[in-house]
């Protein structure tokens, strides 16, 4: 067995999780979560090191008892010691320990004092109170437990949109590398329509021989289970869990294939009677007359929707919902694009939890081919991500500035600063109104009651200074629920007060979510797009946050940072809330009534 440093940190932190329950000494505790941290950043593997005899002791964090136990775990694949807390302490108490908000003393005294070693035990005892009961929980800790665990439940078996894509890309590319005759191959169903969640993914593509795809497909690495391998279908499960479905079609035919394989099932249910009203029947392979049998083939999905009377409607606007009498009227409006956007108002840097220097974040802003971008760094908070104090702050602003002469690109002045639990922020107002762009975000208190949250929220956007609101109900996908509170009162005071709510394009938030930015659209709210980018890298992750404006039906106009590098100055320079007149004459002067 060969070890890799990261199952080797893992076993570590475990270690030290089973100490704690335990209730080991926490110098003891300590020292193996500073090795496995250790160990998760080394650059070479140490089954590499172990096999060479070096000594292992000469890592810091890592003493004689430490490096006994990565060699016996290398050589053997597990340790006597893991095997033995293991098997001291019940069986289940780790598996509780991964429910956020449950720690391992939490996690053992939910074993010892309530009986309980399920995730579905903890959410009845969330329920019927006996949660509440045990030291360091309390009514709000229990709650806010229950809402981790349904926000878990409430994915079932669908995988965020963001792994899903990872997953599809990485398919498609094995078998353009493996079948070369491919003539082309994409992602249909939920996630070209981006959804949030993704079922299964569903690949089409054309191709001179459609089985030897199949069979392509099936031999991939990467498959660890066939399903169906038929001459329409195959279907394989891939070594991540998901299913993909693939099927290819001929050229000529095309069209029909990729709308009816695109979904979603309602939009086609909707599509299909009224197809049937007008004499004609719809499937994957064409539209045929039902009187005289004839089918008709489409070689794009625009003849299809054509032939139908109808203008192609975007994928991500196929719920079944709107989409068809828009069409039919004339109304299907010109999406926003990832070239539409002009900026990146949420970036962080290595001065607070970002992973690169200010330049390298800068560049990537420029790369994306922005004409603006704001460094926002995280306020100090609770103690977080080390956060940038007033002095920090002060003297990151100035640095700015002189960095501002080696750039084309505007490069804005911002803070993303904490929503404290009773709505003020974490910085005076004397500082907040030297920056350009201020981003407030809720990252503490988040188990508050639903009046107590949305009054925290128009405090905060009641301030002159906030440009932003960040991540407005900071659900995590399949980890974290959203936070309690009146969404309509909410978007109707950013509005009223002149302050942007953002769209976090991160993949695990994706928050605001589609149909909360679509009230905000049609309110008015001015939407941003960002990235929140940690990394020089994630700033392509703009696509998901794209993707979620296009559901919300958002053309560019809806978009604060489509606005040109004058048009965005003259908004953060114009008081709140007068300078929502520059974003409504963007929009054609309509205020909304
Ligand atoms: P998912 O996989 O749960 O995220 O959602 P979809 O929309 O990708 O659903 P999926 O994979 O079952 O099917 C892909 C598309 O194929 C779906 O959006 C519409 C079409 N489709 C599949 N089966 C049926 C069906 O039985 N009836 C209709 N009308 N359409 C279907
Ligand atoms: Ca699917
Ligand atoms: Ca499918
Ligand atoms: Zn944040």
């Not at 995730?119 to 709000?140: H, I, N, S, Y």
């Not at 296009?550 to 709140?576: G, H, Y």
């Amino acid at each position: 067995m060969t070890a890799t440093n990261e199952q080797i940190a893992e076993l570590f932190e475990e270690m030290g999780a089973l100490l704690e329950m335990k209730g080991d000494t926490i110098f003891k505790i300590r020292a193996y979560q500073r090795a496995a941290r250790t160990i998760e950043q080394l650059s070479s593997p140490l089954a590499q090191a172990v096999e060479n005899g070096e000594n292992l002791t000469k890592i810091p964090g890592v003493g004689k008892a430490i490096s006994e136990k990565i060699a016996e775990f290398i050589k053997t694949g597990q340790v006597a010691a893991h095997q033995k807390l293991l098997n001291e302490l019940p069986s289940g108490v780790l598996e509780l320990k991964e429910i956020p908000g449950i720690g391992p003393k939490t996690a053992m005294a939910i074993s010892q004092e309530l009986g309980i070693t399920t995730v579905a035990g903890v959410a009845e005892a969330a329920e019927d109170g006996r949660l509440a009961t045990l030291p360091r929980m309390g009514k709000r800790a229990a709650e806010n437990v229950l809402r981790h665990i349904k926000a878990v439940d409430s994915m079932g078996d669908r995988t965020p949109i963001g792994q899903a894509l990872s997953v599809a890309e990485e398919v498609i590319a094995a078998l353009r590398a493996k079948c070369p005759e491919i003539e082309s191959m994409f992602p249909a169903g939920s996630l070209r329509r981006w959804e949030e969640t993704i079922g299964d993914i569903d690949l089409i593509g054309t191709a001179p021989d459609p089985e030897a795809v199949g069979d392509a497909l099936v031999s991939l690495p990467m498959v660890k289970d066939v399903l169906v391998h038929g001459p329409k279908k195959t279907s394989v499960v891939v070594d991540s869990g998901m299913q993909i479905d693939l099927r290819i079609g001929e050229p000529g035919a095309f069209g029909a294939m990729l709308q009816y394989f695109t979904g979603s099932q309602q939009h086609n249910i909707r599509l299909r009677d009224f197809a049937n009203r007008k004499g004609l029947s719809l499937n994957e392979y064409g539209i045929t007359d039902t009187e005289t049998g004839e089918v008709e083939k489409f070689a794009d999905e625009e003849s299809f929707y054509a032939r139908l009377g109808l203008p192609l409607i975007p994928p991500e606007l196929r719920t079944g919902l709107y989409e068809l009498d828009a069409g039919l009227e004339d109304r299907v409006p010109t999406l926003v694009e990832e070239s539409d956007l002009k900026g990146d108002l949420h970036l962080h840097s290595e001065w607070s939890d970002g992973n690169d220097p200010i330049e390298l974040m800068i560049e990537a802003a420029a790369v994306q081919g922005y004409e603006y971008m704001a460094l926002t760094d995280h306020s100090a908070g609770l103690g977080v991500a080390n956060g940038l104090s007033n002095e920090r702050l002060v003297s990151q602003i100035e640095l700015l500035h002189t960095m501002q002469q080696k750039y084309d690109i505007t490069i804005l002045c911002g803070s993303e600063v904490d929503i404290r639990a009773n709505g003020e922020l974490d910085f005076p107002d004397e500082i907040l109104a030297q920056l350009d762009v201020v981003v407030a975000s809720v990252h503490s208190a988040m188990g508050q009651d639903r009046a107590t949250m949305t009054a925290r929220m128009i405090k905060a956007m009641e301030h002159p200074s906030v440009t932003i609101i960040g991540h407005l109900t900071t659900r995590l996908l399949g980890q974290r629920q959203s936070v309690e509170f009146d969404l309509e009162a909410v978007l109707q005071a950013a509005r009223d007060t002149g302050t942007a709510l953002e769209i976090n394009a991160s993949p695990e938030r994706l928050d605001l979510k589609d149909t909360h930015a679509y009230r905000a659209r049609e309110l008015g709210v001015p939407l941003v797009i960002n990235t929140d980018s940690h990394h020089h890298t994630h700033l392509d992750k703009r696509r998901f946050g794209v993707a979620v404006a296009r559901r919300a039906w958002c053309r560019p106009e809806d978009v604060l940072n489509t606005l040109s590098r004058e048009k965005f100055l003259e908004f953060i320079r114009t008081p709140k809330p007068h300078r929502l007149s520059v974003f409504d004459k963007r929009r054609g002067g309509t205020v909304p009534a």
